[in-house]
């Protein structure tokens, strides 16, 4: 079927077509939907080796 | 469709949601909680400085737990770090006649949490067929008001002895619960975003209940591992049911998320799960998202932390640069 769609003459511009290499796929935007409703017990977020803060005075503890 | 292991930018997916997800709760709960908040973790510095507790061991509420009964060579190690349960393992310690010296509790959900210190109000909750499912602490799966009237007792009979390492972000009703019991409260916040943001959780938290803030890894465990580390300054720590997954052959029926993986992949469900092999078990295992998450964040605290991490869970997932892997026995044989 494909060789009788063939075309048989030039577009006037070059037809490029987008590089979807970092595009996400359906399924990865699926799992990335998913993700969204499935939260821990507790946020977490680790900044410069700091695992105690103690507030604004500024002492930091490791 | 399988799930491949997460990357970062799935990972920090999860931690939005959790952020969303629990910090305007939690800090909701730390205003309720601040006729309660006399003592912080801080306070614990004079008696639990470095030297003083050298080894801790951190009893999670994993799976292996149960399957591996730890509680009987740490008695008769007369290992003598600090034990510091997470709420979730505090009724099997007790049970077993293991008294942690601290127990860690930090979820802020309205009414699971207080399961696992006896609810007295059991009576008058909804329904909620989570205690029936969960394999954190299996005793509750049945005979659920007989098993917690049993947890009541065992916690009022121990209270005394055991320190709360209680985030404001918990319900109230844990507070009354451990106050009700005979438990110290030591209060820290959880570092829930970046502090040097002005509007932060993390700055509000603070303001509001002049607590420090720590790290919590995303759940109870990891808190009790930070808390070992940065306040009771254990150089040697060791882990125990910190599975983060699911041992071959579990129903998915049985696992943390079943019913959001059923709402989201439908009769796919299993299929969303990611297996592991673990190569010091020669098994795979096999976890959900968020579970994923969390061993990642723990890998990487560790890899951070100058002290050293044993994984002597004897199953799960965690291992990986940071983590030595041993057996129970060989920590206890080296610390005790």
């Known amino acids: ?62 | 469709m399988r799930v491949k292991r997460l990357t970062k930018t799935q990972l920090d997916i999860i931690a939005r949601q959790t952020l969303e997800k629990t910090a305007e709760a939690g800090l909701q709960n730390a205003r309720k909680n601040l006729p309660y908040i006399k003592k912080t973790i801080l306070d614990l510095t004079p008696e639990a400085g470095p030297g003083v507790t050298d080894a801790a061991i951190i009893v999670s509420a994993g799976p292996s737990l149960h399957r591996k009964q730890p509680t009987r060579a740490i008695l008769t190690s007369k290992f003598k770090g600090a034990v510091v349960a997470v709420d979730g393992s505090l009724g099997y310690c007790l049970r077993n006649g293991l008294v942690p010296d601290y127990v860690v509790t930090v979820d802020p959900h309205a009414t699971r949490i207080i399961r696992w210190f006896g609810d007295t109000k059991l009576a008058h909750r909804e329904a909620d067929d989570y205690f029936q499912r969960q394999d954190l602490d299996p005793a509750l799966n049945r005979e659920e008001a007989a098993r917690n009237q049993e947890l009541i007792e065992l916690v009022n009979r121990h209270g005394r002895s055991i320190k709360v390492i209680i985030s404001t972000s918990v319900s109230e009703e844990i507070a009354l619960r451990c106050l009700e019991a005979g438990m110290e409260l030591y209060w820290w916040n959880p570092l829930y975003d970046d502090y040097d943001k002005p509007k932060s959780y993390s700055q509000q938290a603070y303001k509001l209940t002049k607590a420090p803030c720590m790290v919590t890894g995303g759940n109870c465990g990891t808190s009790a591992w930070v808390f070992a580390h940065a306040i009771l300054h254990s150089k040697q720590t060791a882990l125990l049911g910190m599975d983060l997954s699911y041992p071959p052959g579990t129903s998915i029926q049985n696992t943390q998320y079943y019913k959001e993986m059923v709402e989201l992949f439908g009769d796919r469900a299993e299929e969303a799960f990611i297996r592991i092999y673990n190569p010091y078990l020669k098994q795979t295992w096999f976890t959900d998202p968020t579970y994923y998450w969390y061993r990642q964040s723990l890998l990487e605290l560790a890899r951070q932390a100058d002290c050293s991490t044993y994984n002597c869970t004897e199953g799960g997932i965690l291992f990986g640069k940071g983590i030595k892997f041993i057996p129970l026995k060989d920590f206890l044989n080296k610390f005790s």
Do not use: C, H
Request: net charge positive.
């Open chain 1, 1 to 62: 079927m494909p060789k009788y769609l063939k075309g048989n003459y030039r577009l006037p511009k070059k037809v490029t077509t987008k590089d979807n290499k970092s595009q996400p796929t359906i399924e990865q935007k699926f799992e990335q939907e998913s993700l969204r409703k499935l939260g821990g017990s507790i946020a977490f977020v680790m900044k410069s080796k700091t695992f105690v803060w103690k507030g604004d005075e500024g002492e930091k503890t490791d």
